[in-house]
């Protein structure tokens, strides 16, 4: 029980909050059992920085979707070797992202999906219009949901490609207000009326943008394709930061057809 509770506190620090948000409920076993074993030495934050580092890697990898038996084991031996100082766990070793999965990330029903909201989220997530960061409107249940940048409505009427506009690189949380004012008008209209009827300032939200890891001037200009590549790479630079090691093929020549160059 204990090792559940301090493994909580841990997710609640990556901005992992309720049962919903939790990429794998099956990650939580061993990741319980190390917190236990530490005990005390749970609190240093050398083992925190560890387990952290394996726990993205096992989420942004897609380690856990399987039978889990076996890696429960390996990970949980590995671990406790890897904090007194031996080799990484199999799980860090062997954990890869590849940056087309971006594109088929669509909904919150994959693991990778949901950790990678939580990053943006651990990034700042100020809303839109009270500029609230994302765990106080949470807290104060002002039905946060994951919703588009471009709008679902306007993509449409702009034929935009669906894998591009429905995947997470034009998703981000915001609160349900929020999202009933940003409508299904183009970014450059809705960014008009919350600076003009909400009284938010051209800088303020600027700076709110930035923090859900939006390029605001892109969106200034409703620049949808520029928009999606910089966003691209900004969710992969978060995903190498939580797995500490270098997202591969971000220069591929599939990358470049898709996104009409390199992702770096």
Known sequence: MDGYFKAAKLLMREHI?????????????PLSAICAFLGSSFDEDYAKQKIIKWYWCGVLGEMYGGANETRYALDISGLINWLKGGNEPA????????????????????????GIMALMMKKGGNDFISGDQIEITN?????VDIH??????YCIDMKYNKQKWNSIINKTPLSYRTNRILGGNRPSKYISIIEDKHKV??????????SHLIAPQLIREDNFHEFIRDRAIKILDIIEQAMGKKVQGRDSEEVVDVFGDILI
């Not at 992202?97 to 999906?113: K, W």
């Open 91 to 114: 799980t860090v070793r062997d954990a890869t992202f590849s940056p087309m999965r971006l594109l088929t990330l669509q909904t919150r029903l994959s693991a990778a999906y949901k």
């Open 139 to 143: 807290y104060f249940g002002d039905n």
């Open 17 to 29: 909050f309720s049962r919903k948000d939790l990429p794998y409920q099956t990650q939580l076993i």
């Open 201 to 210: 300032t051209t800088d303020d939200l600027d700076k709110y943008l930035e």
């Open 148 to 153: 588009h940048i471009f709008p679902r409505k």
